[in-house]
């Protein structure tokens, strides 16, 4: 139990361009979601953490308007990448997690390549 | 603990010896630890979770022990095996799941 699927797996796209990731709990009601950002050879960096139906909370130093979050449905997350830039390259990681003190399930992640 | 994107510290055991792995949390207030263990290339997967109500937890070959007085977390891996080699990451809870720095096992065969 408790999968957490997360699309796509790895994109390669041109700078300026804008980039979708869904995160999708399978079999459980994911009433928040968390997204994260990995440098290579380092610790997931908390970017915001979203739960249904409001606007997420972004933490200190990242661009709301640059990473969009939307957590329509106890059961999927997308974070779009606006106008990504080569700076923007990196390992994205979401996580879901149901009611009360229970731990984050996590996708696979999203290899983000800016070219 | 909360992440500051550290270089991760290393450590290498001989398969079948035993590892511990140490975390340092900051909040006195967190009430609910968890390790993940993450192999190269994928998200961290859970290994084990602990109450601030125990000081003690045990699972298959990992066994996680807290002590709140000094605010560490320790897991500890029974007969290390290759495939154990991953980066693991202490977490707690408070307000936020914050990631520890995470610790990278190196199990040599």
């Known amino acids: 139990g408790a999968v957490v699927s997360q699309h796509p797996s790895w994109v390669i796209c041109k700078s300026g361009t804008s980039v979708k990731i869904e995160c999708r709990s399978l079999?459980?009601?994911?009433?928040?979601m968390f997204w994260y950002r990995q440098f290579p050879k380092q610790s997931l960096m908390l970017m915001a953490t979203s739960n249904e139906g409001s606007k997420a909370t972004y933490e200190q130093g990242v661009e709301k308007d640059k990473f969009l979050i939307n957590h329509a449905s106890l059961t999927l997350s997308t974070l779009t990448v606006t106008s990504a830039h080569p700076e923007d390259s990196s390992f994205y990681i979401c996580?879901?997690?149901?009611?009360?003190?229970?731990?984050?399930?996590f996708g696979d992640g999203t290899r983000l390549s800016i070219l | 603990g909360e992440s500051v994107g550290l270089h991760l510290p290393t450590l290498s055991v001989q398969e079948g010896d035993n590892s511990i792995i140490n975390c340092a949390y900051s909040?006195?207030?967190?009430?609910?630890f968890i390790w993940y263990k993450q192999e190269s290339g994928k998200g961290p997967q859970f290994i084990i979770d602990i109450r601030s109500n125990m000081d003690k937890r045990q699972g298959q070959r990992v066994t996680v022990l807290l002590n709140k007085t000094v605010k560490h977390l320790s897991l500890q891996i029974a007969a290390t095996q290759p495939g154990d080699s991953a980066v693991y990451f202490c977490?707690?809870?408070?307000?936020?799941?914050?990631f520890g720095s995470g610790t990278k096992l190196n199990v040599k065969p």
């Open positions: 996580s879901a997690r149901g009611d009360g003190n229970q731990p984050q399930h």
């Open positions: 909040n006195s207030a967190s009430d609910y």
């Open positions: 079999d459980f009601q994911a009433t928040t």
């Open positions: 977490a707690d809870n408070f307000n936020k799941f914050y």
